[in-house]
């Protein structure tokens, strides 16, 4: 249990527990308006009540989203992390620091600590954890993948008896918004990406989105607790949306498939695959049909079978309803119970096989369709479909799309390297899960 143990005081008095936080953005905001509302409710139904005590802060005199008292506002971090009545320290911060050491210090006071921070986490999951466990501290982050969708709470509680061979997902709301809007309307990335900019979809600097950092993030705390060893962020295998044109989108419906910007992660022969990039689904998978903000996450346990989990990945009160579930969830906890992850060092793919999609810009004269059929057959890869689309450009070229049976990536790769641009030049290659 905590340092400061409040288990005893909430059976015999009902004395609420008491919370700081660190930082109080919207998400922050969020969390007090659920509490000041709801907090009789929670302490009704759940037995337990809470207090926030001081709220760490930037700025004093900013306005906030929700009015709360000048009196629990500090500039200070020790008034939070180092206070001996605060029992529970909640993390708005966002970012790597100094929201990372803040945490690792406020569990080594035994304080327990949630959050909803994939960035810190997933850069410092070592140090994190192994603080939490040396000071019999809670460490709580569900709402650090998928805001309110409950995956972190089922991989490590109802799934535990199951041995998980993979897990999919749509873990960024952005992106699925983005794709969404070019699949359905055959608009161009930019177009779209300027609109959701405009909707407060997107950031002013979208990079951690469109690039797959976000997703990244998240993968790498996903597959550490579905796998037992821990993935660092820097393995997972990333490549963003930024390239997508709506050509590929449009080319993809013709083969039956769905464009997602898909973290996967999958273990195979005592190794571990951890990748988030543009992906090809069938139009018949649970996750074809995950649109617009909307975040899922599709999972393989040899005795559950396959089961998804869908709901709302970000904004204000999704993430902010997950971490008041998680505050509850510490508060009523007899002994904190952190995942079991080995510190070893996990044996990461190098090379996948899957189908790949590959658009290519061939010289339309005879000969070049057997150069590059010929060119796929000298790594192994063989070719399971292949339409011409439009007519020939001015300079003589057509595209050419091909879709391969299951072949290794570096296979594929290879054989494109090899070939003549003067003849065929690869302009796009997806892959496709089934």
Same mark, same amino acid.
């Given at each position: 249990?905590?340092?400061?143990? #409040?288990?005893? %005081?909430?059976? =015999?008095?009902?004395?609420?527990?008491?919370?700081?936080?660190?930082?109080?953005? *919207?998400?922050?905001?969020?969390?007090?308006?659920?509490?000041?509302?709801?907090?009789?409710?929670?302490?009704?139904?759940?037995?337990?009540?809470?207090?926030?005590?001081?709220?760490?802060?930037?700025?004093?005199?900013?306005?906030?989203? /929700?009015?709360?008292?000048?009196?629990?506002?500090?500039?200070?971090?020790?008034?939070?992390?180092?206070?001996?009545?605060?029992?529970?320290?909640?993390?708005?911060?966002?970012?790597?620091?100094?929201?990372? &050491?803040?945490?690792?210090?406020?569990? =080594?006071?035994?304080?327990?600590?949630?959050?909803?921070?994939?960035?810190?986490?997933?850069?410092?999951?070592?140090?994190?954890?192994?603080?939490?466990?040396?000071?019999?501290?809670?460490?709580?982050?569900?709402?650090?993948?998928?805001?309110?969708?409950?995956?972190?709470?089922?991989?490590?509680?109802?799934?535990?008896? *199951?041995?998980?061979?993979?897990?999919?997902?749509?873990?960024?709301?952005?992106?699925?918004?983005?794709?969404?809007?070019?699949?359905?309307?055959?608009?161009?990335?930019?177009?779209?990406?300027?609109?959701?900019? %405009?909707?407060?979809?997107?950031?002013?600097?979208?990079?951690?989105?469109?690039?797959?950092?976000?997703?990244?993030?998240?993968?790498?705390?996903?597959?550490?607790?579905?796998?037992?060893?821990?993935?660092?962020?820097?393995?997972?295998?990333?490549?963003?949306?930024?390239?997508?044109?709506?050509?590929?989108?449009?080319?993809?419906? =013709? #083969?039956?498939?769905?464009?997602?910007?898909?973290?996967?992660?999958?273990?195979?022969?005592?190794?571990?695959?951890?990748?988030?990039?543009?992906?090809?689904?069938?139009?018949?998978?649970?996750?074809?049909?995950?649109?617009?903000?909307?975040?899922?996450? #599709?999972?393989?346990?040899?005795?559950?079978?396959?089961?998804?989990?869908?709901?709302?990945?970000?904004?204000?009160?999704?993430?902010?309803?997950?971490?008041? &579930?998680?505050?509850?969830?510490?508060?009523?906890?007899?002994?904190?119970?952190?995942?079991?992850?080995?510190?070893?060092?996990?044996?990461?793919?190098?090379? /996948?096989?899957?189908?790949?999609?590959?658009?290519?810009?061939?010289?339309?004269?005879?000969?070049?369709?057997?150069?590059?059929?010929?060119?796929?057959?000298?790594?192994?890869?063989?070719?399971?479909?292949?339409?011409?689309?439009?007519?020939?450009? =001015?300079?003589?070229?057509?595209?050419?799309? #091909?879709?391969?049976? %299951?072949?290794?990536?570096?296979?594929?790769?290879?054989?494109?390297?090899?070939?003549?641009?003067?003849?065929?030049?690869?302009?796009?290659?997806?892959?496709?899960?089934?």
């Amino acid at each position: 249990t905590c340092k400061h143990s #409040f288990e005893g %005081r909430m059976h =015999e008095s009902m004395e609420k527990i008491v919370v700081g936080f660190l930082g109080c953005g *919207n998400i922050g905001c969020g969390v007090y308006k659920l509490l000041e509302t709801y907090g009789a409710q929670i302490e009704e139904n759940e037995g337990v009540g809470f207090e926030v005590r001081k709220i760490l802060v930037r700025s004093l005199n900013k306005s906030r989203a /929700w009015a709360i008292p000048s009196t629990l506002l500090t500039d200070r971090p020790e008034d939070v992390l180092d206070n001996p009545e605060i029992d529970m320290v909640m993390e708005f911060m966002g970012g790597e620091q100094p929201a990372a &050491s803040y945490m690792v210090r406020a569990l =080594e006071n035994g304080k327990c600590v949630i959050t909803a921070n994939k960035m810190a986490l997933a850069t410092h999951w070592t140090q994190i954890v192994r603080a939490a466990r040396e000071h019999a501290a809670g460490l709580y982050y569900e709402a650090s993948v998928c805001g309110a969708v409950p995956i972190i709470r089922a991989i490590n509680g109802s799934l535990q008896a *199951n041995r998980i061979s993979s897990v999919m997902g749509i873990i960024n709301g952005t992106t699925n918004y983005i794709l969404t809007r070019m699949a359905n309307e055959g608009a161009a990335y930019a177009d779209v990406l300027a609109d959701a900019q %405009r909707l407060g979809l997107a950031e002013p600097d979208p990079t951690a989105d469109v690039e797959g950092y976000d997703a990244a993030y998240k993968l790498s705390i996903l597959s550490t607790l579905a796998f037992h060893r821990h993935v660092p962020v820097e393995n997972v295998y990333r490549e963003g949306i930024t390239g997508i044109t709506p050509l590929d989108v449009q080319c993809g419906k =013709e #083969f039956g498939l769905t464009l997602k910007l898909l973290a996967v992660a999958k273990e195979e022969d005592g190794e571990i695959q951890a990748r988030v990039h543009p992906t090809f689904v069938p139009n018949s998978h649970p996750l074809a049909n995950v649109n617009d903000a909307f975040n899922a996450v #599709f999972v393989k346990g040899h005795a559950c079978g396959e089961m998804m989990f869908y709901g709302r990945g970000a904004g204000d009160l999704p993430t902010a309803s997950a971490l008041v &579930s998680d505050l509850i969830c510490a508060a009523k906890a007899k002994r904190h119970e952190l995942p079991a992850v080995s510190e070893a060092p996990c044996r990461m793919a190098e090379d /996948w096989r899957c189908v790949h999609f590959v658009r290519m810009r061939a010289k339309d004269e005879p000969g070049v369709l057997s150069l590059i059929t010929g060119g796929f057959a000298a790594e192994g890869v063989s070719i399971a479909s292949m339409v011409q689309k439009g007519e020939r450009d =001015e300079a003589g070229f057509v595209q050419l799309i #091909f879709l391969t049976h %299951r072949a290794g990536e570096h296979a594929v790769r290879r054989a494109l390297a090899k070939m003549d641009p003067a003849q065929a030049s690869a302009e796009s290659v997806i892959r496709v899960e089934e």
